[in-house]
């Protein structure tokens, strides 16, 4: 990775990921894209540190002038609708999620570039293995963000063995950050859990205990989109869709985790039916074995070490003693 071009750069991924680009690749060398500006009041670490330019990923000539104009040899690809954002506008989420991917891998043909494309624990569906769940099995997906991603994690393969596009990607698992909100996913519980107990105190959770999922903070999904784009292609046997994960939690987990912070912190539950069913469609604990022996992915942070991290740095930036 030289020169690279991230999509959706504002989001909860890239506005860490791009920050860390810059340190390592050189400011210059990262372009930030998003179909909005960045504003004065964004949360983003990286405003006005390197290029920005806007770009819906929906116009495929646009991505190709941006990829030759700033000479991008990599194209990370993160601007999707998620999980039950998608459910409530489907046919906006096929066109943008798979508009996007298609023309992120055609504009990385014509430009010979390299891919990096996320997919999620949200491409296995009720009849995957629900635990240790291995990196090749049954998938049938029953959400339309699920089946965008299995789409997704197929046309990597295609343009891989095809064209020889080096497309790369992991299944994330829900991501636990205290930078940028996430927005419109079935585990962004696991992050406002930690807003709320810092500012009030209480968390009303959408999702019941006993639902277990997978999760990661951050940093450990930032140092693995790196060390997979860097990694010997030579080594790798799947390239794209890796199994991730850093810790199989649920909301109980988590609560009790935050009340050796803060032993006053409350949790009641009011369960959102939608959100709770696409839960129940996801695996409780996936392998990530291969991703470890192809190309050496480890996570750092267990549920502690992120609630330590998430709770510093809250009360930091809302100025809680
Ligand atoms: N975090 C995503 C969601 O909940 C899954 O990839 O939609």
Same mark, same amino acid.
């Given at each position: 990775?030289?020169?690279?071009?991230?999509?959706?750069?504002?989001?909860?991924? $890239?506005?860490?990921?791009?920050?860390?680009?810059?340190?390592?690749?050189?400011?210059?060398?990262?372009?930030?894209?998003?179909?909005?500006?960045? /504003?004065?009041?964004?949360?983003? *670490?990286?405003? $006005?540190? $390197?290029?920005?330019? =806007?770009?819906?990923?929906?116009?495929?000539?646009?991505?190709?002038? #941006?990829?030759?104009?700033?000479?991008?040899? /990599?194209?990370?690809?993160?601007?999707?609708? #998620?999980?039950?954002?998608?459910?409530?506008?489907?046919? #906006?989420?096929?066109?943008?999620?798979?508009?996007?991917?298609?023309?992120?891998?055609?504009?990385?043909?014509? !430009?010979?570039?390299?891919? +990096?494309?996320?997919?999620?624990?949200?491409? !296995?569906?009720?009849?995957?293995?629900? +635990?240790?769940?291995?990196?090749?099995?049954?998938?049938?997906? /029953?959400?339309?963000?699920?089946?965008?991603?299995?789409?997704?994690?197929?046309?990597?393969?295609?343009?891989?063995?095809?064209?020889?596009?080096?497309?790369? $990607?992991?299944?994330?698992?829900?991501?636990?950050?205290?930078?940028? *909100?996430?927005?419109?996913? /079935?585990? &962004?519980?696991?992050?406002?859990?930690?807003?709320?107990?810092?500012?009030?105190?209480?968390?009303?959770?959408?999702?019941?205990?006993?639902?277990?999922?997978?999760?990661?903070?951050?940093?450990?999904?930032?140092?693995?989109?790196?060390?997979?784009?860097?990694?010997?292609?030579?080594?790798?046997?799947?390239?794209?869709?890796?199994?991730?994960?850093?810790?199989?939690?649920?909301?109980?987990?988590?609560?009790?985790?935050?009340?050796?912070?803060? *032993?006053?912190?409350?949790?009641?539950?009011?369960?959102?039916?939608?959100?709770?069913?696409?839960?129940?469609?996801?695996? &409780?604990?996936?392998?990530?074995?291969?991703?470890?022996?192809?190309?050496?992915?480890?996570?750092?942070?267990?549920?502690?070490?992120?609630?330590?991290?998430?709770?510093?740095? =809250?009360?930091?930036? !809302?100025?809680?003693?």
């Amino acid at each position: 990775m030289k020169r690279i071009l991230v999509t959706g750069a504002l989001g909860q991924i $890239g506005s860490e990921l791009v920050a860390r680009l810059r340190q390592d690749y050189g400011a210059d060398n990262v372009i930030e894209t998003d179909i909005h500006a960045p /504003t004065q009041t964004s949360d983003s *670490p990286t405003g $006005g540190s $390197g290029p920005f330019e =806007l770009l819906d990923v929906t116009d495929g000539q646009r991505m190709a002038e #941006l990829v030759d104009k700033h000479q991008v040899d /990599t194209i990370i690809h993160l601007a999707a609708l #998620l999980s039950v954002t998608a459910e409530k506008n489907p046919l #906006l989420a096929w066109n943008l999620n798979m508009g996007g991917l298609m023309n992120a891998l055609e504009v990385a043909r014509q !430009f010979g570039c390299q891919v +990096f494309y996320p997919s999620s624990i949200a491409a !296995f569906g009720p009849l995957t293995p629900r +635990f240790q769940t291995p990196q090749d099995t049954i998938q049938r997906p /029953t959400t339309m963000y699920g089946i965008n991603k299995v789409a997704g994690e197929l046309l990597c393969d295609y343009y891989f063995r095809k064209y020889g596009v080096d497309a790369r $990607g992991v299944r994330f698992p829900g991501l636990i950050s205290h930078k940028t *909100p996430p927005g419109g996913g /079935t585990t &962004d519980y696991a992050v406002e859990i930690y807003y709320e107990a810092v500012r009030t105190g209480r968390y009303v959770c959408p999702i019941a205990k006993g639902t277990y999922m997978d999760m990661m903070y951050m940093e450990d999904a930032i140092t693995a989109v790196i060390d997979l784009m860097e990694a010997d292609g030579s080594r790798l046997k799947h390239r794209n869709a890796f199994n991730i994960s850093a810790m199989s939690v649920d909301p109980e987990m988590i609560r009790s985790a935050i009340q050796t912070w803060i *032993p006053t912190f409350e949790m009641a539950y009011e369960v959102d039916s939608e959100k709770q069913s696409i839960a129940d469609s996801w695996p &409780d604990a996936i392998d990530s074995s291969a991703a470890h022996e192809e190309w050496g992915f480890r996570a750092r942070y267990n549920l502690d070490a992120t609630t330590r991290e998430m709770i510093v740095h =809250l009360r930091k930036k !809302f100025a809680v003693i």
